[in-house]
């Protein structure tokens, strides 16, 4: 008999659990900082009964215009989030910067705007809470502007300047040798220890220790990827180190040549010439 899954189980099989953790999170705190918005506003509303004589207090109204005003942020603040998301991806401090500035005045007249229609004002109370509700409303589109681009700052660099050194290091160190194979076992040999490289069919012969190895590969894409350890292709077969060359002899006649500190001797080809030329101010 099968097991049936639960809906819970479902949901958790879909979504994923740290997924669901995350926004559960996400949730809460949006919830959390609804309320506290909610309890600033009506102690703003109170305080502001107590200072203006002229204005209408009570508890309940106080409520009822804190409920009305954060009824606002709380449809406007995902959206807004979202808005500095898709902008933030765009090039040129400028242009972001420009469209955050026209975007929080936006955001400040909307909110202005529907207050006002949600009160039922004339026109010249309208211009009169301008100057309350403007300053507000920038002010907490810049809180969330500064909140939404470092959070997301930190989602995008989660990892420490050591780890990143650290990975930085392995992974050099890992390049630092290569996989072969010999005698149908697989060997990791020193990229420095290899002193000549030739062609073999599909395969590539590697001259380690005075030991031969096969890596499948060909000369074009070995050289490629060896070429910042110091290796330099003198002929179509070949291929060898710059520190293990102890002399070249013969490039300005027709048959050049590389002798090798084990005494390997290699014809030089004549289109590798001009790389060995280009040698003979440095130190081999």
């Not at 909140?147 to 780890?163: A, I, R, W």
């Not at 000549?196 to 000369?219: F, K, P």
């Not at 077969?237 to 520190?243: A, D, F, G, S």
């Amino acid at each position: 008999m099968q097991n049936q899954l639960l809906p819970k189980d479902l949901i958790l099989r879909c979504f994923g659990a740290q997924s669901i953790s995350k926004h559960f999170l996400q949730c809460a705190g949006y919830f959390f900082a609804s309320t506290c918005a909610f309890i600033i506003l009506t102690i703003y509303c109170t305080t502001h009964s107590v200072v203006n004589p002229e204005s209408e207090s009570g508890l309940l109204l106080s409520l009822g215009w804190s409920f009305d005003v954060l009824i606002y942020w709380v449809v406007a603040v995902p959206v807004i989030t979202q808005v500095i998301r898709k902008v933030r991806k765009l090039e040129g401090a400028s242009l972001r910067f420009f469209i955050y500035s026209i975007f929080g005045v936006f955001i400040a007249i909307l909110g202005l705007v529907t207050q006002s229609l949600i009160w039922n004002l004339e026109l010249q109370s309208t211009f009169k809470l301008a100057f309350q509700f403007v300053p507000v409303a920038l002010l907490i589109y810049t809180s969330l502007l500064l909140l939404t681009l470092v959070n997301d700052g930190q989602e995008k660099h989660p990892s420490s300047p050591k780890s990143d050194i650290q990975s930085k290091s392995v992974s050099s160190a890992l390049n630092q040798y290569l996989l072969v194979s010999k005698g149908g076992r697989e060997h990791a040999i020193a990229i420095k220890d290899i002193s000549l490289i030739s062609s073999a069919g599909n395969y590539v012969e590697l001259s380690s220790s005075g030991e031969e190895y096969l890596y499948r590969s060909t000369l074009k894409s070995v050289l490629s990827r060896l070429q910042e350890y110091g290796f330099i292709q003198i002929h179509r077969k070949y291929i060898v180190r710059l520190n293990f060359i102890e002399s070249v002899s013969g490039l300005g006649s027709q048959s050049p040549s590389v002798v090798l500190n084990d005494g390997t001797s290699l014809a030089v080809g004549k289109r590798y010439k001009k790389s060995l030329m280009k040698m003979r101010k440095l130190e081999i």
